[in-house]
């Protein structure tokens, strides 16, 4: 964006409480604050720097979310729950004037931003390019409901997209039902939007290796890596590929450029 990065204090009390202090002048200023909601006290950070912002004169706030966390409670699954994706969208709304977020779990979620400009930008063309340099094959979607998305990636590799079945059973414990796919000696790439434990990844990339793929890739745009994901995946993948959302040992795409073309649009 060629924007100045604004200088800011932030630290924590001993019982934890967050601290933040802006120690530049705003005033007059279309300003840009960059956080991800996740882990939880990046929201409260979150809240409180928009209120912090909102105690100058800014032209403008527009709030940033590379990796929206509790996207996936995006509906009621047992009677009694939050939805939590909205509760968390209600609460940035009330302080910005514009919002941003980077492959949103569920698309629906920007429909809870309805006071405002909310943009979703997609990392498949990033994600494509990355694995087009790689020469793979074949691009597998882990379940069906992402087997869009793995299409898209696979017409910017320039090859063929497939996806298998999952459930979920909790959040540590998937199923895959066994498929046979066309992966003998290829080099194939397992996408997905997020890894959380790693679970998913894992019980794909096992039917690839049982069906001979040469080589296994895993990509996904919000590399969370839960307890010990990094080793467990290591030991199945042949690599293994983030984006900078959530910037982690496995980053290697940016999707900053896509980020600062769109708000500077
Ligand atoms: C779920 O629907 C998401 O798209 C991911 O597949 C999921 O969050 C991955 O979680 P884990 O790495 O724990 O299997």
Redesign the pocket.
């Known amino acids: 964006m060629k924007a100045k990065l604004a200088k800011m204090e932030i630290k924590r009390f001993p019982d934890d409480e967050c601290y933040v202090r802006i120690d530049d002048d705003l005033d007059d200023q279309d300003v840009f604050l960059v956080q991800t909601t996740w882990p939880d006290r990046n929201i409260v950070e979150l809240f409180l720097l928009q209120d912090a912002i909102r105690e100058f004169d800014v032209s403008s706030l527009t709030t940033v979310v590379p990796y929206f966390g509790y996207a996936?409670q995006d509906k009621q699954f047992k009677p009694g729950e939050p939805i939590s994706a909205r509760a968390i969208a209600r609460l940035i709304q009330a302080g910005t004037d514009e919002f941003v977020t980077v492959d949103v779990?569920a698309p629906s979620v920007i429909d809870w931003f309805d006071k405002l400009s909310a943009k979703n930008i997609p990392a498949y063309p990033e994600i494509g390019k990355h694995l087009k340099t790689k020469g793979v094959e074949l691009i597998l979607s882990?379940?069906e409901?992402?087997a869009s998305n793995a299409k898209r990636v696979a017409d910017v590799v320039n090859c063929e997209a497939d996806f298998l079945v999952?459930e979920?059973l909790d959040?540590?414990t998937?199923v895959m039902t066994p498929k046979r796919l066309d992966v003998k000696g290829k080099k194939v790439a397992i996408v997905?939007?997020?890894?959380?434990?790693?679970?998913?990844?894992i019980k794909a990339a096992e039917q690839l290796r049982k069906q001979n793929a040469a080589k296994i890739f895993a990509v996904c745009t919000h590399g969370?890596f839960?307890g010990n994901?990094i080793p467990k995946l290591d030991a199945v993948c042949d690599e293994v590929c983030t984006t900078d959302t959530i910037e982690n040992p496995k980053t290697c795409i940016t999707v900053a450029p896509q980020i600062a073309r769109i708000v500077n649009e």
């Open positions: 996936r779990h882990p379940d409901g992402r999952k979920r959040g540590e998937v997905d939007d997020i890894i959380s434990t790693g679970g998913t990844i969370v839960a994901a």
